[in-house]
């Protein structure tokens, strides 16, 4: 991508370096359906990876604002690559509630150990002696290709019910089907995870009550403490951040050469393409910038509070609900640039396209959903119950 310019954000060098790399195998990425191996080393180098990892193990017990400039920037290159930055920081923080001697072994190479996640139970364990037996399968786990250690969530047996439990499990004790032929997102490898009766010791393995509350071991970091509903939305939005204010510039250059095509022939200048010309061009990017601008603002409080910044008992339904409104406002924003870009925009090649599929993809995952998140943040307003 010549001419690639970031927006100025507060991020190391190695992160401007990744964002860069990434736009430039962007549109390889997303007919190849996962990311070179030069961008996942990119970004690990970056330091996604341990970007929550404790410092104790070699990381950086770093915060979510920073985390979302990384994201974001990384994003306006390529949103596939920003998603798997985002979700293989959130995974390393996962592993901060396991017990000290799982920690341990889920770092014991380091802290840059990248590492994928499973949120939503895919799969069922039953206790043996020293552990749990473990067998499932997981869909959508994004990384999982390259990843070197997986937490999954399974289902375990509690009297006559079953609780939810996060199992840390090595990759030579799953394997990978090829399942993610997805509209949007396409690079991410977002693929099916399989467990076939692994033994996992019992100190990999947590209940998912302490990951969802924060009851971090070894660590009161606010990054660690800060509840999971709390600062989940952020990560997930982080990349649809980025890839709109890489909209806006990919339809800022598609204006340009309108406005060039048009002077050349003879036209009169300021259509509805030309940059700043006719009214029309001049609303759609005024109010896609201010949309854009707008969510950032959203995700940043939600980050903040992550942080350790204001907040409260209401804080992880009002995060929420941010986050799921800062996702409807990138839409948005993206949608307007895209239909009022032409036909010409919709071509396989076209980044515009790329962009409105992966945001819209982004935005669909549940923890940006307002239907779910909006909701939960209703039924807190004065006078309900």
Do not use: K
């Amino acid at each position: 991508m010549s001419g690639f310019v970031l927006t100025p954000t507060d991020t190391a060098d190695e992160v401007r370096v990744a964002a860069e790399l990434a736009a430039r195998y962007a549109g390889f990425a997303d007919r190849a359906r996962r990311l070179p191996g030069e961008v996942v080393a990119a970004l690990v180098a970056a330091g996604f990876s341990r970007h929550f990892v404790p410092v104790r193990w070699g990381g950086r017990a770093g915060g979510f604002g920073e985390l979302l400039d990384g994201v974001s920037t990384v994003g306006e290159g390529c949103t596939s690559a920003a998603w798997i930055a985002a979700v293989i920081a959130g995974a390393a923080r996962l592993g901060v509630y396991l017990p000290e001697e799982g920690q341990r072994e889920l770092w014991s190479t380091g802290s840059e150990t990248v590492i994928a996640g499973a949120l939503n139970p895919g799969g069922r364990a039953t206790p043996e002696a020293g552990g749990w037996r473990l067998t499932g399968e997981w869909p959508l786990v994004s990384g999982v290709d390259f990843a070197d250690w997986a937490l999954v969530c399974a289902l375990v047996p509690r009297g006559e019910r079953t609780v939810a439990r996060f199992f840390a499990v090595p990759c030579r004790d799953y394997r990978v089907v090829d399942t993610w032929f997805n509209v949007g997102l396409r690079a991410t490898g977002s693929n099916t995870l399989v467990v076939d009766g692994a033994f996992v010791p019992g100190h990999r393995s947590v209940a998912r009550g302490a990951v969802r509350q924060g009851r971090a071991v070894g660590s009161d970091a606010p990054c660690h403490t800060a509840r999971l509903r709390t600062v989940s939305g952020t990560l997930f939005a982080a990349p649809a951040l980025g890839a709109a204010r890489a909209a806006v510039r990919a339809w800022s250059a598609r204006s340009a050469r309108s406005a060039r095509s048009a002077r050349s022939a003879g036209q009169a200048a300021g259509g509805p393409l030309a940059p700043g010309g006719g009214p029309s061009a001049r609303s759609v990017l005024a109010r896609a910038e201010r949309e854009i601008e707008s969510a950032a603002l959203l995700l940043h409080r939600v980050a903040l509070a992550g942080d350790g910044g204001p907040g409260g008992v209401g804080e992880p339904a009002r995060a929420r609900r941010d986050c799921a409104l800062a996702a409807d406002q990138l839409v948005d924003a993206v949608e307007r640039l895209f239909r009022s870009a032409g036909c010409g925009a919709q071509a396989q090649d076209d980044p515009l396209q790329r962009i409105w599929r992966d945001v819209h993809c982004a935005a669909s995952h549940t923890a940006l959903r307002f239907d779910t998140a909006g909701g939960a943040q209703g039924g807190r307003l004065p006078g309900r119950r």
